[in-house]
């Protein structure tokens, strides 16, 4: 993707957040390229030759990679039928019986883009403990979750200069989406994957300087990112973002949940951020014009808009990519990715190193309770 419309905006900022900036506008090339290297290598056909027994799927990560676990196994599910279930690692560490007792034929999905997060480190060394083979996802190459795990899916491509995750989390969600489709054997998801980075590019080729623009031209002190089923997580990791990079409250609802309680919080400083699905888009824009009566700021993200939404938007991102629902989940990303680079920004912080923050969580190995860092890897 031609870097042409971006040249403005880092040029107003200068080096700080330059690598996210980089990153996130990188992601439609990143994907081609992982998409390239899985079917050039056919590690997704291995991987269901290997687990071809497996009727359940527990997918696990920390921060971050947790969200990308609450995506993957809502794909997992709807594209084969078959249960899955997304955990903290920490649930597994602490609470064992309470995650584990009710799956049979299961298959744990390890992630982490370092490879070397303690926590899903120990949850991969405790089920190893217990004879079950695993599987992992890392943007690291010889880490340690390479040496638990039973067998690893590794993108390097995807990997990050920033303290902050963006390519590496849509990496590695696609990849798990096209895992779900090899192994339901559905090569039409699995096309529109691959048809997915050259759509993308386009929607996002005018979004940095919009979102750039957005966030110069409102006063906002609290975030809220609203949507369901298998966008939910996206919501999460988007609340999260801004979080990291600019240092603001930020929450995430399931849409329609919002009204029950949260809606209180509301005023003209709130930014909610809607991701508006095709299956709900009737029930979540009444919440939208709902919560433009209470006075709240809106930003909308979705597929394709139609005049209700479009008069309740304070700021539109329509994405217009012509592959099914499930397929254009990552592209969803690009806006809340770009919301807290330029509020970081606008702060005068700089996102790739956020504070309090490091690219990993290694915890003390001989303290096992001992406060971590706060990070989201």
């Not at 089920?127 to 695993?134: D, E, F, P």
């Not at 980075?197 to 031209?217: K, T, Y």
């Amino acid at each position: 993707m031609s870097s042409s419309s971006h040249d403005g905006v880092k040029a107003k900022e200068k080096s700080a957040g330059a690598h996210s900036l980089a990153e996130i506008v990188s992601q439609p090339e990143c994907w081609s390229t992982c998409l390239e290297n899985l079917g050039r290598n056919r590690r997704l056909e291995e991987i269901r030759e290997r687990f071809a027994g497996v009727t359940e799927w527990l997918f696990i990560g920390c921060g971050s990679s947790y969200y990308v676990a609450l995506s993957a196994a809502a794909t997992m599910t709807m594209i084969t039928g078959q249960r899955a279930r997304a955990v903290p690692a920490s649930e597994i560490l602490l609470y064992p019986e309470l995650v584990l007792a009710s799956f049979k034929k299961y298959l744990p999905v390890l992630i982490s883009r370092s490879g070397r997060t303690s926590e899903v480190l120990r949850a991969a060394e405790l089920l190893k403990s217990r004879g079950v083979a695993t599987l992992a996802i890392t943007c690291a190459t010889g880490e340690a979750l390479e040496q638990v795990a039973t067998t690893t899916i590794v993108l390097p491509a995807a990997d990050e200069k920033s303290t902050v995750m963006t390519r590496s989390f849509s990496s590695m969600l696609l990849t798990l989406q096209n895992l779900a489709a090899t192994i339901a054997g559905d090569s039409e998801f699995s096309e529109s994957l691959h048809k997915l980075p050259g759509a993308a590019a386009r929607a996002l080729q005018s979004m940095p300087e919009s979102i750039h623009n957005f966030v110069d031209g409102h006063h906002l002190a609290d975030y809220v990112y609203l949507a369901q089923g298998p966008l939910y997580g996206l919501a999460c990791e988007g609340a999260l973002k801004v979080m990291e990079m600019s240092v603001s409250h930020a929450q995430a609802f399931h849409s329609l949940e919002f009204r029950h309680g949260p809606k209180s919080t509301v005023s003209p400083e709130t930014l909610l951020v809607f991701l508006l699905s095709e299956t709900g888009y009737e029930e979540e824009v009444e919440v939208l014009e709902e919560m433009k009566s209470l006075g709240g700021t809106t930003l909308v993200i979705t597929n394709k808009v139609d005049a209700r939404a479009r008069a309740a938007a304070d700021l539109l991102v329509e994405l217009r990519l012509d592959v099914p629902e499930l397929a254009r989940l990552v592209p969803y990303l690009f806006a809340p990715q770009l919301l807290g680079l330029f509020t970081g920004l606008k702060k005068g912080l700089d996102p790739d190193s956020p504070r309090n923050l490091s690219r990993v969580v290694v915890l003390n190995d001989e303290n096992p309770r001992k406060r971590p860092e706060h990070a989201a890897f």
